[in-house]
């Protein structure tokens, strides 16, 4: 499904509000933790964009959404513009200032899971590699030194420089800059939809955060796991009717391929 709406703005800008706003107006949102939530979601997608820039089709991404808010489709939103031309697309804002103070009491403290891999289901590992890999503008994380990440000038400035892309790439008459307040008025004047009577969303607060990410990751967690299980299952499966197949033939050819 063609993707109608490209959220560029960065994670604590207001992404899940603007999700949430943008189903209430009809749209098959995407988020970020969709990533780990949604289980038909594949998180070697992602993680294939990252490394092999422009080897992946945009729709086994995205399947069914056809609007998509925060990371990772903040990072590749010059890519999907090109794919999809008569998508529109979102930069949601904040002072850089309120960014950071947000990111430090929500996203940074969490840094420490980066070591936990070998207790994590693929799934999971596969989401925190493209994360360490894409979050921070033009660098690589290493996850033994995660120092730019509590650089405040330089997240800062990282920030800043991300907004100004957006605005020097983005035709304008297919851009809307969204600030943290602006409600339904500029949104829905945009994108040709009426105002609904309900208010606008007002969601992932820094106090609501820690919640909803534990939520995604225990939910993305059990997706693994139960993908690995099945796989198992099936190799089980497979390898028993192997083991109690008999030819029916004694023509070696076939009994060979049994």
């Known amino acids: 499904m063609p993707l109608q709406v490209i959220c560029a703005g960065y994670s604590r800008t207001g992404t899940l509000s603007l999700q949430q706003a943008l189903a209430i107006l009809g749209y098959r949102t995407h988020h970020g933790m969709s990533v780990l939530t949604d289980q038909d979601q594949n998180a070697s997608i992602w993680l294939n964009a990252y490394k092999n820039p422009g080897s992946v089709e945009w729709e ?16 590749f939103y010059k890519e999907l513009m090109e794919r999809y031309p008569e998508s529109k ?6 002072t850089a200032e309120s960014w950071y103070k947000s990111i430090q009491k929500t ?9 936990m891999g070998n207790v994590m289901p693929e799934r ?18 290493d996850l033994n030194d995660v120092s730019i990440l509590f650089d405040r000038k330089r997240m800062m400035q990282m ?55 534990w939520t995604a990751m225990k939910r993305g967690s059990r997706l693994g796991r ?5 796989t198992g299952t099936t190799s089980k499966r497979s390898n028993k009717l192997k083991t109690n197949t008999t030819p029916t033939t004694n023509d070696e050819g076939t009994a060979a391929m049994a």
């Open 89 to 94: 697309v979102i930069l949601s804002i904040r």
């Open 60 to 75: 086994d991404a995205y399947g069914n959404y056809d609007a998509a808010s925060d990371w990772p489709t903040c990072v």
């Open 226 to 230: 139960k993908k690995k299980n099945k």
């Open 159 to 213: 920030y800043n420089e991300h907004i100004e892309e957006v605005k020097r790439t983005v035709p304008a008459d297919r851009l809307l800059i969204m600030s943290l307040g602006d409600g339904w008025e500029p949104l829905c004047s945009f994108l040709g939809k009426p105002i609904p009577k309900q208010s606008y969303p007002v969601s992932n607060t820094g106090g609501d955060f820690s919640s909803i990410f």
């Open 107 to 115: 996203i940074l403290p969490l840094v420490q899971l980066r070591h």
């Open 124 to 141: 999971v590992r596969q989401v925190r590699e493209t994360w360490f890999g894409t979050f921070v503008r033009g660098h690589k994380l």
